[in-house]
């Protein structure tokens, strides 16, 4: 739900509860005596695995811009995502996959979310297992063979990504105690058993030997020890003692600073594009230089970046935010002088009164003329004195014309502005900077593919019903598209 749907954590628990409410009814009669004699004895599903797979069939076909017979696999590997079934035939594990990996076969290449969600839900005692695929492979659920596969994601983000540190969150459901195994009714008895301890000694185990993870905080492990061994995987019903459990574990100290750690990691954890914008923000003095091809987004982004550090100074009037969209058309209007005039207006916006400016006006309509670059730049440099930090986003630096110099003296009074001043520049072909800006950071601005790819899914139910209700067609529309627009 949260990875292949991208589901909302609301949208998720909304969806999970009416699914336990919906699926989680005995399909035997209480009155049918031999036939749970016959389930108990052969370990049969006692729940309708019908209801389970319409109801499946509903929420994938709500939330599935493709619909119900969505596959599992995806183009947009931004979020990639695998669950673990059991193979019938020799109990050895199958990884259903939303992605490729190289090192590793494919279980099941043409699998629907549907059925990824049917394989992993047959556990033992309560649904049948499940064949699927070309081949027909019967599968059921993976809890028999991996209930804490956190030794399989490990190693799947490892071969993922070889040069990166991994960070794991396991999140668990409860701990069953210790003690002798027991049980000479059945098997199965000892094998569900033997799944409770399992999963907190896979947890320990890996804690354990992967000391250097814990250390450097890339291990966090949440798992609500007390109130939930006891509530069956059929007891939706108890659904207000697991919230009472739930809660009482994450008011708990030691968990909120777990809690707290973990999410300090996850922020040290960002992109490189994203620390650098990070620390243009929170720093001072420093200078941004982003250049792309024609319709890589850098106006867009331009924009963005005004709305956010607009957004961030919305309550400090300490901090300034103004910038320039620069336009090869308008070449006649944008002088040097206009331009750092508009900075002016923008910066000065609150200002109701400023005496300086005000005698400035004066005197130019006197002589029915114009302010000079000299003395819109001593006006600007007069209003930026009253911030402590101002932010400046110049867009479109490639169009301002060099003919007359203009571009270069924008660029040296831009770099001679008093104060603490931030720069972001976009341009297409690189102008130089180092002349007037000191080590600015340089980056390139590209339409990443996952952006492109979810963006193309959410169009297509804007097109004909034949591209519609045809996954493989739309998913070759996505990938020719991606293939030619090279970043734009």
Request: proline share 3%; net charge negative; charged share 25%.
């Amino acid at each position: 739900m949260l990875g292949r749907l991208r589901m909302s954590l609301e949208d998720c628990l909304k969806a999970y509860l009416e699914l336990s409410k919906q699926i989680l009814a005995p399909d035997r009669s209480r009155r049918n005596f031999f036939a749970q004699a016959k389930d108990l004895v052969y370990v049969n599903g006692n729940l309708d695995e019908k209801i389970l797979e319409h109801a499946v069939k509903k929420c994938v076909g709500k939330y599935s811009p493709v619909g119900e017979d969505d596959v599992f696999k995806k183009l947009d590997e931004s979020c990639r995502d695998f669950v673990v079934a059991t193979r019938v035939s020799n109990s050895e594990p199958a990884l259903l996959r939303s992605y490729k990996n190289l090192d590793s076969s494919q279980a099941v290449e043409d699998c629907k979310i549907r059925e990824a969600c049917r394989a992993t839900s047959a556990a033992k005692g309560f649904f049948e297992s499940i064949s699927i695929g070309k081949h027909y492979q019967t599968l059921t659920d993976g809890g028999l063979l991996y209930n804490n596969p956190i030794q399989l994601v490990h190693r799947e983000a490892e071969t993922i990504w070889p040069e990166r540190n991994a960070l794991l969150i396991s999140i668990g459901t409860g701990s069953a105690p210790g003690g002798p195994f027991a049980g000479t009714f059945k098997e199965v008895v000892g094998a569900m058993k033997n799944i409770l301890t399992e999963t907190e000694r896979t947890a320990d185990d890996f804690y354990e030997s992967h000391c250097a993870m814990v250390n450097g905080n890339l291990l966090s492990c949440f798992n609500v020890m007390y109130g939930l061994t006891q509530i069956g995987l059929e007891e939706y019903q108890e659904v207000g003692s697991i919230a009472d459990a739930t809660e009482t574990y994450l008011n708990n100290g030691e968990t909120g600073q777990k809690m707290r750690a973990c999410v300090e990691s996850l922020l040290e954890t960002r992109s490189e594009d994203t620390i650098e914008y990070t620390k243009w923000v929170n720093s001072f003095k420093t200078y941004i230089w982003c250049t792309g091809i024609p319709g890589a987004g850098k106006s867009v982004l331009a924009s963005i970046v005004v709305d956010d550090v607009r957004a961030k100074a919305k309550n400090d009037t300490n901090i300034g935010v103004a910038c320039l969209y620069l336009d090869e058309q308008a070449r006649e209007v944008q002088s040097t002088a206009n331009l750092l005039a508009a900075l002016w207006r923008q910066l000065s916006a609150e200002n109701f009164y400023f005496e300086e400016a005000e005698d400035l006006y004066k005197r130019r309509t006197k002589a029915a003329t114009r302010p000079n670059l000299k003395e819109v730049s001593k006006l600007l440099r007069a209003e930026l004195c009253r911030y402590t930090k101002t932010f400046v986003i110049v867009d479109a630096l490639d169009e301002c014309p060099e003919d007359n110099g203009v571009r270069d003296i924008l660029l040296e009074e831009l770099g001679l502005l008093p104060g603490s001043v931030n720069m972001l520049f976009t341009s297409r072909n690189p102008p130089t900077l180092d002349r007037h800006f000191p080590d600015p950071v340089c980056t390139e601005i590209r339409a990443a593919k996952q952006d492109v790819t979810k963006y193309l899914q959410g169009q297509m139910s804007r097109l004909q019903d034949c591209i519609r209700t045809n996954p493989g067609l739309q998913q070759a529309i996505v990938r020719g598209i991606i293939d030619v627009i090279d970043g734009m």
